[in-house]
């Protein structure tokens, strides 16, 4: 499986981006599909993930700004994300896995992360 993210880039605070991750090697439907986010001198923390059949579970604070999403025809996933924040600066990965979860440890690959910096 290779994954490739997308989308990241220095937006001001309230601004708006959309990551994508792009997937290869084994059929996208069959697989979890997770964002990640890591801050300098921070855990990789959860961001959201999103199920086959279109079944998500997110972190309180995406809530009402983050919106996660995929396109099984595409091979895509995407991270919609509106009033950003400067405490959202950071790296996004997205990653795959056949049993994903809120714990990084529970994914099998991962792409290689886009940053997004967001500006005060």
């Known amino acids: 499986v290779q994954l490739q993210a997308s989308g990241g880039g220095l937006v001001q605070a309230g601004g708006s981006l959309r990551l994508s991750c792009a997937f290869s090697g084994r059929t996208f439907s069959n697989y979890v599909m997770g964002w990640f986010r890591q801050a300098p001198e921070k855990e990789r923390e959860f961001v959201a993930y999103i199920r086959s059949g279109g079944r998500t579970n997110a972190a309180d604070f995406t809530k009402g700004r983050f919106t996660i999403s995929r396109d099984n025809a595409k091979n895509t996933m995407y991270l919609q994300m509106n009033s950003l924040k400067p405490e959202d600066t950071a790296v996004y990965y997205c990653?795959?896995?056949?049993?994903?979860?809120?714990?990084?440890?529970?994914?099998?690959?991962w792409g290689q992360g886009t940053l997004v910096t967001v500006s005060s």
């Open positions: 990653a795959a896995a056949m049993l994903g979860t809120t714990y990084p440890q529970s994914y099998d690959y």
